[in-house]
């Protein structure tokens, strides 16, 4: 049987369907929703595709999302450099920023160790940490990976690593339920893990 | 608090915000996948959106989505022409056509009647489908909308309309389960509500 819908719809169905959590009906529905947008509405969303991958990249120091030549938090003269935070993705920063409690800086690792998933320390911004560690002037890093079994193996691989520098490299406290997600941890939640962090 | 994303990934977030029954965290989500898909991906996806609002456009006898003069079905010479099935969406030709019971025609309403979100006759390409019947030849209507309030008082409100052309007018049988969507049905439910159609 003939495809029921023109190839380019087909086209732009499937590419809905590709992205993470998203069912082939929801793909359909949403493709429906891109054609009966006002004009130019459905090109700024195409523009905005393109913008935002030409634009954002990588902070040289931590690693974090910047349009800029250094992020926000790197660039910022009120930050205590000599702290780093580790967190597993940009949107772990977002959540602990949310906090308002955190004033030093972070470092995104893009990923936890995961050999089911075969993604190992060279898979992370690990060797960017070491050599700002190296670089001199931390005098604490702290754990803020997710409390899941991938995130701490990440956090007691990284804590073995940095442990020879001589450093304090602490954990987030366990304010923040077991098994769930740093991304959804409440504002007070987060700020008790980071004021309960402990030496590991 | 400044913003802790690039602005131009702010926007990304925000347009898959904007998309039906995506929220907050699922844009996030969505927009980090933008960023770490590989080169030309996400550029493929951009195009797919302009491709699809370019090419795409409603077929001018029976509404539904086509990228040529005319849809597949119109065009087919082994359709009968005489019999018309009138659905709210092109997702509804989809579903029934997947049937493979049905050889009649289509038309496609872009809509149901709808008082509550301020959707009267004149949103509706009932326009189209009334001169379709004025130009004769054409001996049965099928109502298919979903059997909803709002599926239902489109079908009453447009047999009505039809009745003064002396031609049948008949509605899906119920063998779709009441109160459901059509998008959802099962091949078999489907085929069993296509032969159980009634006069209405």
């Known amino acids: 049987m003939?495809?029921?819908?023109?190839?380019?719809f087909e086209t732009l169905i499937d590419r809905f369907a590709a992205l993470p959590g998203i069912g082939r009906k929801s793909a359909q529905r949403l493709a429906f929703h891109i054609l009966s947008l006002p004009d130019g509405e459905a090109e700024a969303f195409a523009a905005a595709i393109l913008d935002a991958r030409q634009t954002v990249h990588a902070c040289p120091v931590c690693q974090?999302?910047?349009?800029d030549e250094l992020c926000t938090v790197c660039?910022?003269?009120r930050?205590?450099?000599?702290?780093?935070?580790?967190?597993?993705?940009?949107?772990?920063?977002?959540s602990i920023e949310r906090s308002r409690e955190y004033n030093g800086v972070y470092h995104v690792l893009h990923?936890?160790?995961?050999?089911?998933?075969?993604?190992?320390p060279d898979d992370l911004r690990i060797r960017e940490l070491l050599a700002r560690v190296d670089?001199?002037?931390?005098?604490?890093?702290?754990?803020?990976?997710?409390?899941?079994?991938?995130?701490?193996?990440t956090a007691i691989?990284?804590?073995?690593?940095?442990?020879?520098?001589?450093?304090?490299?602490?954990?987030?406290?366990y304010g923040i339920p077991v098994?769930?997600?740093?991304?959804?941890?409440?504002?007070?939640?987060?700020?008790?893990a980071l004021e309960g962090r402990r030496e590991m």
């Open 179 to 192: 098994g769930s997600n740093l991304e959804f941890a409440d504002d007070a939640t987060m700020l008790r």
């Open 135 to 153: 670089a001199g002037g931390i005098s604490e890093v702290i754990m803020a990976t997710n409390p899941d079994t991938e995130g701490d193996a």
């Open 157 to 173: 691989y990284l804590s073995r690593l940095l442990k020879p520098f001589g450093l304090k490299v602490t954990r987030l406290a």
């Open 79 to 94: 930050r205590d450099h000599s702290v780093v935070c580790v967190v597993a993705e940009p949107r772990d920063v977002a």
């Open 2 to 8: 003939a495809s029921l819908f023109p190839p380019s």
């Open 75 to 77: 660039r910022s003269e």
């Open 64 to 67: 974090n999302l910047t349009d």
């Open 111 to 120: 990923g936890v160790l995961s050999p089911m998933n075969h993604v190992g």
